[in-house]
């Protein structure tokens, strides 16, 4: 089936039903990716909404290309990912999550604490992998955790393919190093970091994203 044209994305700004309908494509995909990477339902909430209105504000830039417009909704996603470390370094102002937070009720709250549930694996593999570079890291993620191909993250990170694909290589090859210095370290890191007692390695799902990341790292 192919993917939606040109013109159904630029549009969303302008046509409610293209909107709707690109909403629908791509709020699950949105979900998951917010999911891996925040362990707070208001966060994540928060998160997934700032990422459709960041692409409303640039999908008149769209212009398609490789990956098309998944590739594209996901650099959208890492820059609003990258603001909000921004603003979390910072310290965002607390009225205003304060203020978030009462968008959501009871049954919102559950939906999203089983959606962090569901990606609580991957969220902890790309947690080990922050001590790579950004650059590497960037790559390795988006491949191994959010399932993109090469070309696709090249194309969400503005990057050629062939400098993907030498980043990604690294990466595996820093990941593996790592793994193999540390026996601990193929345990998921702790958010508390490195020293922070060490959980005994769980057991993933074959289908998870965390389960090909590792296979990669050991390969």
């Known amino acids: 089936m192919d993917g939606p044209t040109t013109r159904e994305v630029t549009g969303i700004a302008r046509d409610p039903a293209l909107l709707e309908a690109f909403y629908r494509r791509n709020i699950d995909a949105v979900n998951r990716f917010v999911a891996r990477r925040v362990g707070d339902p208001h966060v994540a909430a928060d998160l997934t909404a700032e990422v459709f209105l960041a692409a409303l504000d640039s999908a008149a830039a769209y212009r398609g290309g490789p990956g098309g417009e998944r590739?594209?909704?996901?650099?959208?996603?890492?820059?609003?990912?990258?603001?909000?470390?921004?603003?979390?370094?910072?310290?965002v102002?607390?009225?205003?999550?304060?203020?978030?937070?009462?968008?959501?009720?009871?049954?919102?709250?559950?939906?999203?604490?089983?959606?962090?549930?569901?990606?609580?694996?991957?969220?902890?593999?790309?947690?080990?992998?922050?001590?790579?570079?950004?650059a590497d890291r960037a790559v390795l993620?988006?491949?191994?955790?959010?399932?993109?191909?090469?070309?696709?993250?090249?194309?969400?990170?503005?990057?050629?393919r062939v400098s993907a694909r030498v980043r990604l290589h690294r990466a595996r090859?820093?990941?593996t190093r790592e793994l193999h210095t540390d026996p601990e370290s193929t345990a998921p890191m702790p958010?508390?970091?490195?020293?922070?007692?060490?959980?005994?390695?769980p057991t993933y799902p074959r289908d998870t994203p965390g389960t090909a990341l590792?296979?990669?790292?050991?390969?």
């Open 71 to 91: 590739a594209w909704l996901y650099g959208v996603a890492r820059n609003v990912m990258a603001s909000e470390r921004r603003r979390a370094a910072r310290e």
């Open 93 to 134: 102002d607390a009225s205003q999550r304060i203020a978030g937070r009462r968008l959501l009720d009871a049954d919102d709250l559950v939906r999203i604490e089983e959606r962090l549930d569901a990606e609580a694996a991957a969220r902890r593999m790309y947690q080990a992998i922050e001590r790579l570079s950004e």
């Open 173 to 175: 090859r820093r990941l």
């Open 191 to 201: 958010s508390g970091g490195p020293g922070a007692g060490r959980p005994r390695p």
């Open 141 to 160: 993620e988006l491949v191994g955790v959010d399932g993109l191909d090469v070309a696709e993250a090249a194309a969400a990170l503005g990057i050629r």
């Open 214 to 219: 590792r296979a990669e790292a050991k390969a």
